[in-house]
């Protein structure tokens, strides 16, 4: 607890929202429970650091990879990318130290603190219109792009606080969260070289006799696009969350 309230007061952040309106709360949590449940997540990570290989292998050209919701980086093949790259950018709203850390080894690896969505700002204003992102679609040096474990994530909090602050209906809360993945999608769609979207499909809690006891679509009901692969990730195993329940959220790669 103590070094969960060390991390909060002194990890650096560009946007003040980030700590005003939890993503930094969640950053911590979730690099908590990545400590926690190392045993049941290392097994998801090294399934995103072989996707994130396998899409880089076979490039022409391998000027710039662009890795969006680099966060943690647990997930991502940090050194393989930095010596087949001339540039790796890593993008994320927060960067915890250790990540920090890790990057500053290497001359060719930059973290960006940049809101994907560049819509953050005016929801938090009260203002819930989705912009399309074009941040790096005119650079000609991306050859990859990854979205890594993000495009879901990219509804929560701003729309919580739509709901907390602005009074929004139901309804317009589940139209923001599609707006907001639709236009990721569309976003990772106009890049012209190569894109891999690693993202979960669907979450299901299982009781202790193995039975599902809910099912969610981590969608919002927007149509994801056709799977090359997946695998489970036991997010949230026994004795981590509720009593008695575990959620296995699968993972799925499409190539755009
Ligand atoms: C499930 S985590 C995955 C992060 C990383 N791949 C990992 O597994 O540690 C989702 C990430 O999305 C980031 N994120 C959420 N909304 C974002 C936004 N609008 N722009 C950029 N990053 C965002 C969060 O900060 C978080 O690091």
Known sequence: MIREIWQYLTTPVAFSYVRNKGF????IAMAARARRCRRQWDKHYRYCEQ?????AKDLDHRHTVLIIG??????????YLARHFEQVLLVDLV???AARRQAAVYTNVQLIEHDVTESLEDIFDGDPSI?????????????????LNLITQLPLIPVRQLIVNNRISEHQADEI?????????????????????IADRESVEYNVYDEETDRLDTWWEVEAPSEEESWDWEL????????NRRQINRVAVSIL
Do not use: M
């Open 236 to 243: 949230i195993p026994f004795g981590e969350g509720r009593a």
């Open 70 to 79: 680099a966060g943690s980086l647990r997930d991502v093949p940090l050194d």
């Open 95 to 97: 960067f915890l130290k």
């Open 51 to 55: 996707t994130i290989v396998n899409a």
């Open 131 to 147: 912009h399309k992102p074009s941040r790096w679609l005119d650079d000609e040096q991306v050859d990859l792009v990854v979205s």
């Open 177 to 197: 969260g599609r707006k907001l993945i639709r236009a990721h999608l569309d976003y990772l769609q106009r890049f012209p070289g190569r894109v891999c979207l």
């Open 24 to 27: 930094l709360k969640e950053a």
